[in-house]
């Protein structure tokens, strides 16, 4: 039978454990940050502690400290085997993306949002992108899609409009995409969300 490479336990494990002491910024102050951030590459932890309704769970797990993350993400050049890099392949680079997307948007506020950092080597990257994703189940790379994808540009007519764009509605380039036959019942949504949200909140022991 195939043997199977698998990646051992404690690393996932010394991964969380690294972030987990990591400091928490503010996303309104990523300009200050920009010199260190600029530099490397790796994986990113937001967090929310506003007021948008559906996520009143997450404001309170994070009110004493960064605890329940909305979202995780990578960054990572797509060209790094030949040498190329591009736009927001940085820590840097793509926390502004975010930043700008969300406002964009009229029902969330950038004052609302922290984030960690941990910066990687490269080959690493998406490995850990996996591990915290599956441990912190974030409801951003769940139950709403759509947040972290790019401008698609143009040739894409037939694209349906992001779950995340139809609950939180502002980008100028998600208005090209139909909603036709993929509109979000959002009381069922938001039904999902608080159940999700509490269990994870359980999980993870947030007060």
């Known amino acids: 039978m195939l043997e199977i490479f698998r990646i051992p336990p404690d690393l996932s494990e010394s991964l969380i454990a690294f972030c987990s002491k990591q400091d928490c910024y503010n996303l309104q102050e990523l300009n200050a940050l920009k010199a260190d951030l600029s530099q490397y590459v790796g994986v990113y932890i937001l967090y929310y502690r506003g ?3 559906m996520y009143e769970l997450i404001k309170q797990a994070n009110l004493n400290s960064c605890c329940m993350p909305i979202y995780v993400g990578k960054a990572a050049p797509s060209g790094r085997r030949t ?41 690493l990257v998406s490995w850990g992108e996996a591990v915290l994703i599956r441990h912190f189940n974030p409801i951003w790379n769940w139950e709403i899609s759509g947040f972290g994808i790019h401008d698609p540009g143009s040739g894409r007519a037939g694209q349906k409009r992001s779950v995340w764009d139809q609950l939180h509605p502002g980008r100028t380039f998600a208005t090209k995409f139909s909603v036709a036959n993929n509109s979000i019942d959002v009381n069922l949504l938001a039904v999902k969300i608080a159940e999700h949200c509490q269990r994870i909140k359980e999980k993870l022991g947030c007060t």
């Open 51 to 53: 007021d948008f309704s």
């Open 83 to 123: 040498g190329r890099t591009t736009i927001g392949s940085t820590l840097y680079g793509r926390l502004s993306e975010h930043k700008k997307s969300i406002q964009a948007v009229d029902n969330l506020s950038v004052e609302d949002f922290q984030f960690k950092v941990a910066a990687m080597d490269i080959d």
